[in-house]
């Protein structure tokens, strides 16, 4: 009944507006002026007569066409081919005449026309060349200051999940690009929600290749899925941006401020934002990231906290566009108060003991970033980059927990209090040059390559902790305390180098063969210090003490062979490394010396189908070295109860992954299917070792895994396309996954099987008035363990909702909710469920409603007690943490321009 009454709430906060369409039909045959061929393929688009909004679209099957389900009304045809002038004709449907047929639409070589022959045409609002799709922005209506985020959503094939990840025909899209140009490049957010519609042109879309590719010309296989934002000449220069404020209940708030100045050859951009609500960044999502792009601490949603952080961005072109620098810089300061409580479970062979801790958090953060590019065109055939990055991060944190471990049949195992105070330090420096060659042959050309790192990072802190132990009747037994101050240092420095030759063998096929070397040495210095007599932390603890220095030379060597012709591209590859290890413990004066070979299979295929249709294939094969941290015999007693020890004679492991990929797109119904699915499994894999002693204490190691092999797979289904006789987007998806693990509890191996079955539906719409999103589904996991004999199934139910309209007099309304649902199981007594509702009213102000006041509701319910539980291999944990809560917060946005006068027409 709760589920039932959660999805009505969900369902019942807003209104689906759809519209039956009526079944109105345009035909007719393209054919060629002078030979009277038909033309096969030709794009056919159907206008919206008053606002030349895209309608339907198709290409002609051996010069015929049909677009059906149209509705009444006045409409341009729009008709394209290569080297042909384009076909624009108005035409009438209505009641009287549901069908028009052009008959033969004859389409003339531009090398044929006259003079004196004007043809005046539209450009059409999707064009389609190779592996490129263009949108064009002006056929899409969109509010006034409506960002890229708003227009992209109304793009066939384009959708933006609950995540905030845009997703093109079923492939994710991994960058976003301004005119060509990245702009702060780790994160597109930062142009789809801060640069407006206006602005833009055309939306490219395309699979850029790899910078190797680039320089030299040849395909390697390497393709990411890109969005090119082209913005429209007369707002290439100007000054734009948007600044907002809000203050609300229980003294949460927030402001920002983005300011931008284009110049066809120069951009600038600065931003600054500081607030307590968790939704700082200029994204306006929940971030664990803030500062947009680096690491400011684990925030995770986990404690209040309070966020300061700006950047600034520049690029420039110059010497006819021959030379190009692109820089970014950013700073942030993220401080977080936490409360905490976990109960966890531990399986052992025949039995388990149960913890739980309680915990308080201070944390403070302060970050820097500096990234940098340079390319130079030195002449046609050389090219030169040059790419720096600087990154420094300081701060400080107090904890102090408590907890108890009680055995299975709850008696007491043990009590203990740790407190920390500490301060820490990281900065690194990283810098790369590449030098590429092409010679007068296609295909051939050499890069030479260089680089270095510099790496530095210290700690400071004090450590308190008691420990307790209880006998098996729960009589204290003993008591041990740690009183330490723990100092450390380590320093990591890399020198590399090397070179690629290209070539191609024939006009289908080329090589590649590279050879890279690299040095580096890593320090880390780590002590414990106790009390002595004089009250001071001098007196050495050699158990949890070491120096070690590392030492690593390695040789690459690679060779690839890729295949492009037609439809059909692929490709093999593999990398040879030999490393060398010498790692010595100068706290102990010993060294151990250790080779590795480091080998890296690949193989990938493509084949397009068809227009509509492509398949991919991918093999990847990596050898796994075992970390330093791994490899070092060092007892570490941060946390008394969780002991960590290295592993010096550990071996690589190798992991193999397949996977494949098959998509099909029908632009001209927005209909798609796409099956997508890997399997990997590892050989000799690194796994984890926990032995827990009679007084619950827990040390970790790790050793090779003999007598099985880890492995992951998964398979996904997609359909989606728009609704029959519906209005909207209907999305219907299964994702069905499992995993076989491996660990070892006091010395006996454990195997954990797992299966997860999640199907969902989703249905939306994207207007520049109103849309709306709903999307359910369920997820149902199989899991067994060799080490218990507990069932472990578990079942659970979601649900998400969002809706925004546009209402009279510049009023706005939306609301969002997101239910989900666990029911109990063996290892989880009762059921858990939260709804968290979220809604926001305003107003738009001034001409160009560029002013907007909002009040909104966060958590409206307050059910975001910060509940979460999940299970592992060998165990399972229910947590809570202070999270933000219900507040209500009133804000006023500014969106402001100073562009030369719009070539554009006003959008409704």
């Known amino acids: 009944m709760k589920i039932l009454l959660a999805l009505l709430t969900i369902c019942c906060i807003f209104t689906v507006p759809t519209a039956a369409q009526n079944s109105f039909t345009v035909k007719g045959l393209v054919i060629d002026t002078t030979t009277h061929v038909k033309i096969h393929e030709a794009t056919i688009i159907v206008l919206d007569g008053q606002d030349s909004i895209l309608q339907k679209f198709t290409y002609s099957n051996k010069g015929a066409f049909e677009l059906n389900n149209l509705r009444p009304g006045k409409f341009l045809i729009f008709a394209t081919y290569p080297d042909y002038a384009d076909f624009v004709?108005?035409?009438?449907?209505?009641?009287?005449?549901?069908?028009?047929?052009?008959?033969?639409?004859?389409?003339?070589?531009?090398?044929?026309?006259?003079?004196?022959?004007?043809?005046?045409?539209?450009?059409?609002?999707?064009?389609?060349?190779?592996?490129?799709?263009?949108?064009?922005?002006?056929?899409?209506?969109?509010?006034?200051?409506?960002?890229?985020?708003?227009?992209?959503?109304?793009?066939?094939?384009?959708?933006?999940?609950?995540?905030?990840?845009?997703?093109?025909?079923?492939?994710?899209?991994?960058?976003?690009?301004?005119?060509?140009?990245?702009?702060?490049?780790?994160?597109?957010?930062?142009?789809?929600?801060?640069?407006?519609?206006?602005?833009?042109?055309?939306?490219?879309?395309?699979?850029?290749?790899?910078?190797?590719?680039?320089?030299?010309?040849?395909?390697?296989?390497?393709?990411?899925?890109?969005?090119?934002?082209?913005?429209?000449?007369?707002?290439?220069?100007?000054?734009?941006?948007?600044?907002?404020?809000?203050?609300?209940?229980?003294?949460?708030?927030?402001?920002?401020?983005?300011?931008?100045?284009?110049?066809?050859?120069?951009?600038?951009?600065?931003?600054?934002?500081?607030?307590?609500?968790?939704?700082?960044?200029?994204?306006?999502?929940?971030?664990?990231?803030?500062?947009?792009?680096?690491?400011?601490?684990?925030?995770?949603?986990?404690?209040?906290?309070?966020?300061?952080?700006?950047?600034?961005?520049?690029n420039n072109k110059w010497n006819k566009d021959n030379q190009s620098i692109n820089v970014n810089y950013k700073a942030g300061a993220l401080t977080t108060d936490a409360v905490s409580s976990t109960i966890s479970q531990n399986n052992l062979p025949g039995n388990f003991n149960t913890s739980s801790r309680n915990g308080v958090n201070h944390r403070y953060n302060f970050n820097q970033s500096f990234n940098g590019r340079f390319n130079s065109k030195i002449d046609s055939t050389a090219d030169i980059s040059t790419n720096i990055n600087a990154y420094r991060a300081e701060g400080n944190n107090k904890s102090y927990q408590t907890g108890s471990t009680l055995r299975g049949n709850g008696v007491l195992q043990n009590t203990n209090t740790n407190s920390t105070i500490g301060e820490n330090m990281f900065e690194s420096f990283a810098a790369n040059a590449r030098y590429t060659k092409r010679f007068k042959k296609k295909g051939r050309s050499i890069s030479i390559n260089t680089g270095g790192s510099l790496d530095r990072s210290n700690s400071k802190n004090n450590q308190k902790s008691e420990l307790k132990y209880y006998n098996e009747l729960g009589v204290l037994d003993s008591t041990s305390t740690i009183d330490q101050f723990k100092p450390y240092i380590s320093n990591a420095n890399r020198l590399s180098a090397g070179f690629s030759y290209t070539d191609m063998l024939t006009k289908a096929i080329s090589i590649t063969a590279g050879y890279n070397f690299s040095r580096s040495i890593t320090t880390n210095d780590r002590r414990s210090f106790n009390l002595s007599g004089a009250n001071r932390y001098e007196e050495l603890d050699s158990a949890f003490s070491s120096d070690f220095k590392l030492v690593n030379l390695s040789s690459l060597y690679s060779l690839s062979a890729n295949y492009s012709s037609g439809k059909l591209s692929a490709g093999a590859s593999t990398s040879l490394a030999d490393a060398s290890y010498k790692q010595e413990d100068q706290f102990i004066d010993f060294v151990m010396n250790r080779k590795f070979i480091n080998l890296q299979p690949g193989a990938y295929l493509r084949y397009q189908l068809s227009k509509a249709a492509s398949l991919s294939l991918d093999y990847n094969g990596n050898t796994n070295l075992p970390s330093s941290y791994q490899l070092q015999p060092l007892r570490q007693n941060s946390d008394p109860l969780n002991i960590s020890l290295g592993n010096p004679d550990l071996k690589s492991s190798f992991s193999n992954r397949f996977s494949y990929n098959y998509r099909v797109y029908q632009p001209t119904r927005d209909q798609g299917i796409n099956f997508n699915g890997n399997y990997s499994f590892t050989t000799n894999a690194i796994v984890s070792n926990r032995v827990t002693d009679s007084a619950g204490v827990n040390t970790l190691s790790y050793s090779n895994l003999r007598g099985g092999k880890p492995s992951y797979w998964n398979m996904y289904a997609e359909l989606y396309g728009h609704a029959t006789k519906l209005d909207f987007i209907l999305y219907i998806s299964l994702n069905v996954n499992g995993n076989a693990y491996f660990?070892?509890?006091?010395?006996?191996?454990?195997?954990?099987?797992?299966?997860?079955?999640?199907?969902?539906?989703?249905?939306?719409?994207?207007?520049?008035?109103?849309?709306?999103?709903?999307?359910?589904?369920?997820?149902?996991?199989?899991?067994?363990?060799?080490?218990?004999?507990?069932?472990?199934?578990?079942?659970?139910?979601?649900?998400?909702?969002?809706?925004?309209?546009?209402?009279?007099?510049?009023?706005?309304?939306?609301?969002?909710?997101?239910?989900?649902?666990?029911?109990?199981?063996?290892?989880?007594?009762?059921?858990?469920?939260?709804?968290?509702?979220?809604?926001?009213?305003?107003?738009?102000?001034?001409?160009?409603?560029?002013?907007?006041?909002?009040?909104?509701?966060?958590?409206?319910?307050?059910?975001?007690?910060?509940?979460?539980?999940?299970?592992?291999?060998?165990?399972?944990?229910?947590?809570?943490?202070?999270?933000?809560?219900?507040?209500?917060?009133?804000?006023?946005?500014?969106?402001?321009?100073?562009?030369?006068?719009?070539?554009?027409?006003?959008?409704?």
């Open 743 to 908: 660990n070892y509890v006091n010395n006996t191996l454990n195997k954990t099987s797992t299966v997860e079955y999640k199907p969902q539906i989703d249905i939306g719409k994207n207007t520049a008035t109103y849309s709306y999103g709903f999307s359910i589904g369920s997820n149902y996991v199989v899991s067994s363990s060799s080490l218990q004999s507990v069932n472990n199934n578990r079942k659970g139910f979601f649900s998400n909702a969002s809706f925004y309209t546009k209402l009279p007099n510049n009023f706005f309304i939306g609301a969002d909710a997101q239910y989900n649902y666990m029911a109990k199981n063996r290892l989880f007594n009762r059921n858990f469920e939260r709804l968290i509702a979220n809604a926001y009213f305003g107003k738009n102000f001034l001409k160009e409603e560029n002013l907007k006041l909002t009040i909104r509701g966060n958590d409206l319910f307050n059910q975001n007690t910060g509940y979460e539980r999940y299970s592992s291999a060998d165990g399972f944990t229910e947590s809570r943490n202070t999270t933000i809560r219900r507040y209500f917060i009133l804000s006023l946005t500014w969106d402001f321009t100073k562009f030369g006068k719009s070539l554009q027409k006003q959008q409704p």
């Open 89 to 314: 004709e108005h035409f009438t449907l209505d009641e009287a005449n549901p069908v028009h047929d052009f008959g033969n639409i004859m389409m003339i070589l531009k090398s044929k026309l006259l003079n004196e022959v004007i043809i005046k045409a539209r450009v059409a609002a999707i064009k389609i060349k190779g592996d490129t799709t263009e949108f064009n922005a002006s056929a899409y209506a969109t509010q006034k200051n409506a960002k890229v985020e708003d227009l992209l959503k109304q793009l066939p094939g384009m959708r933006i999940n609950q995540s905030g990840v845009i997703i093109f025909q079923g492939e994710t899209v991994s960058k976003v690009l301004v005119d060509g140009e990245e702009f702060f490049s780790d994160d597109p957010s930062l142009v789809t929600k801060n640069i407006r519609a206006d602005m833009v042109s055309k939306v490219q879309v395309y699979n850029q290749k790899s910078e190797q590719a680039k320089l030299t010309g040849i395909e390697d296989g390497v393709k990411v899925k890109t969005i090119n934002v082209v913005l429209t000449e007369d707002k290439k220069k100007g000054l734009f941006g948007k600044a907002d404020a809000g203050y609300g209940t229980d003294d949460y708030y927030t402001a920002q401020l983005m300011a931008n100045k284009f110049s066809p050859k120069q951009k600038v951009s600065v931003y600054g934002n500081i607030g307590n609500t968790g939704k700082v960044g200029l994204s306006g999502e929940d971030n664990n990231k803030f500062g947009d792009g680096y690491s400011q601490g684990d925030y995770g949603g986990n404690g209040i906290p309070l966020a300061r952080d700006a950047g600034a961005h520049y």
